[in-house]
């Protein structure tokens, strides 16, 4: 069986609710080797109220959880009967099974969040030297400063109007000088 993503209704305003339940009765029922990672996808925002700057986090879908399940009956049921869940979205009718997330659609929602699903390969090295392929450095040459693996983001010190200047960058925005 096959782990994937479902999206999960819920009451307005319970998601956090809902996967604090969820991952109670994941651990309650014994479910871990069929239920995983539940998500609510926020981002943050920044407010400003009375001339102060706040960071909020804002939900990317009210009403909706993800959960990465190996869809079977028992972990359709743990899923469906938690507290504040309405239903899975996808599914034709109340005994029917969910249509998973399409990987993309996954992958986009994880690295919007900065979780990625699947750990890319490295293959920059800190004090490599690259060319930026894209963005507003695009042809820009720097040497490697520090990678963060997990978030797919690199630092590269870029040699701009005579001063070395760190410049945050995707990993699909360099390549390696040959």
């Known amino acids: ?73 028992d972990s359709w049921y743990v899923v469906r009967n938690t507290p504040g869940v309405t239903g899975f979205v996808g599914s034709s009718g109340s005994g029917s099974k969910p249509t998973p997330l399409l990987p993309e659609e996954i992958d986009f929602i994880l690295k919007r969040m900065g979780l990625e699903e699947k750990n890319q390969e490295v293959h920059f090295e800190i004090g490599e030297t690259v060319t ?6 695009a042809n820009f040459t720097g040497k490697v400063e520090d990678l963060d693996v997990s978030k797919g983001k690199i630092r590269v010190m870029v040699n701009m109007f005579g001063r070395e200047t760190p410049v945050e960058l995707d990993f699909g925005q360099i390549d390696k000088i040959s």
């Open 1 to 73: 069986m096959e782990k994937n993503w479902y999206v999960v209704h819920t009451y307005s305003g319970y998601e956090n609710k809902v996967k604090t339940n969820l991952e109670k009765r994941v651990e309650t029922m014994g479910m871990q080797d069929k239920i995983f990672r539940v998500i609510v996808p926020e981002d943050e925002e920044t407010d400003i109220k009375n001339g102060k700057k706040k960071v909020v986090k804002k939900k990317v879908f009210p009403g909706y959880v993800l959960v990465e399940i190996i869809m079977t009956d």
């Open 132 to 137: 930026v392929k894209e963005g507003p450095f």
